[in-house]
């Protein structure tokens, strides 16, 4: 039975692109089917970050129109194989993506994938509401910091009354992603905690990202952080939390300020 | 200058010459692409169009792949044609005798 999984937060730049990919990829390296579907119209992004930037043919508006089908505009990565990805287009607006359209399109792509990762635009506006309208569950990314938890919290009303399983009085399972999470400020409070943010929003979590250049490392070179370098701080963090979307239970690994950056970055490969 | 800082704190090989150079190819074809936003779905298309003037195809058997490189890109379309094929041309006269 395919989920559909919309990844949100309100806010931009707070890591929804990332963490699509890392999640997708780290979902299909465990032997998941995998789509990624960028609903970023207008401004698409997760091609460049998934590095099929030089492949996209057609794309999601195409298919919503009906100008290809489906199998022609799926990319497939070229490292893993049962991962693909849908682009958004570049050179349309969100006005261009109707309800019913999206609606063909997920339904479509619920019979071929385990998974379907919806990355969400950035606001509130169509684009974004589009990304979570037909979605069984939502990650919401968020980063330790005021507007992102405020912007968040926007969106968990939105996704408690504007989804079709909202709709149908039913609940949309929603999980927090907090990403960019670095330790040392944490400690020094100079920024919020885990705990704050978990006490505000009021649900459950689902990982912690720490902040790490090897985010920036592997959008560099176009590819999830997962699949360039697994060992990593953030990958480990990302592939824990793929293994709780599938409903394992691991305990969660809160980064600690104890150990110097490099000595994070370098050390700790036992586990 | 900030390939030296890179060199400087990361230490390992720098991933942002790999960047820089993605950069350049994926924007000099954006930027061609201004004003002529379908030109792929336009050139299938019309590809499509010539082809089924002769072959009776199926659409689900076509795919079209895209490779952008540096200086040149590759537009591959592929389409497949059963074997012993019953062109358009031929079969029309069939009918029509």
């Not at chain 1, 990624?36 to 698409?44: A, P, S, Y």
């Not at chain 1, 997962?226 to 599938?246: G, I, K, Q, V």
């Not at chain 2, 890109?73 to 031929?90: A, K, Y």
């Amino acid at each position: 039975m395919a989920k559909v999984l919309v990844v949100t937060s309100g806010k931009g730049g707070v890591g929804k692109t990332t963490s699509t990919a890392a999640l997708g990829a780290a979902l299909a390296q465990r032997g998941e089917s995998v789509a990624v579907v960028d609903f970023d119209v207008g401004l698409r992004n997760l091609d460049l970050v998934m590095g099929a930037e030089r492949r996209v043919v057609f794309d999601l508006i195409n298919v919503v129109q009906g100008v290809a089908k489906l199998q022609q505009a799926l990319i497939r990565d070229k490292r893993v194989e049962n991962l693909w990805l849908l682009p958004a287009s570049q050179t349309r607006d969100k006005d261009a993506l109707t309800d019913e359209g999206v609606g063909r399109v997920i339904a479509d792509l619920r019979t071929r994938f385990d998974w379907v990762l919806c990355d969400s635009p950035a606001g509130i506006e169509r684009g974004a509401t589009l990304a979570m309208r037909y979605a069984d569950e939502a990650v919401i990314v968020t980063n330790p910091e005021v507007s992102s938890v405020r912007d968040s919290d926007r969106i968990i009303g939105m996704l408690d009354s504007k989804t079709v399983k909202a709709e149908k009085g039913e609940r949309i399972t929603k999980h927090v992603l907090i990403t960019r999470y670095d330790p040392v400020r944490a400690a020094k409070g100079e920024m919020l905690g885990i705990d704050d943010i978990l006490e505000i929003l009021a649900i459950p979590l689902l990982g912690i990202i720490p902040e790490s250049q090897d985010v920036l490392r592997a959008s560099n070179v176009g590819s999830p952080v997962t699949l360039n370098d697994a060992a990593s701080a953030p990958a480990r963090a990302y592939f824990d939390a793929a293994r709780r979307l599938t409903g394992e239970q691991i305990a969660m690994l809160v980064p600690t300020e104890r150990r110097g950056f490099m000595n994070r970055l370098l050390g700790r490969r036992a586990a | 200058m900030s390939i030296n800082l890179l060199r400087l704190f990361g230490g390992r090989n720098a991933t942002a010459p790999v960047a820089r150079e993605r950069l350049q190819i994926l924007l000099a074809h954006e930027r061609g692409l201004l004003g002529q936003p379908d030109l792929l779905v336009t050139l299938r298309e019309e590809i499509l169009a010539v082809v089924s003037r002769h072959i009776q195809l199926d659409p689900d058997k076509v795919t079209v792949k895209l490779d952008r490189g540096k200086t040149v890109s590759t537009l591959e379309v592929d389409i497949e044609v059963p074997n012993g094929f019953e062109t358009v041309v031929r079969g029309g006269r069939r009918a029509a005798g």
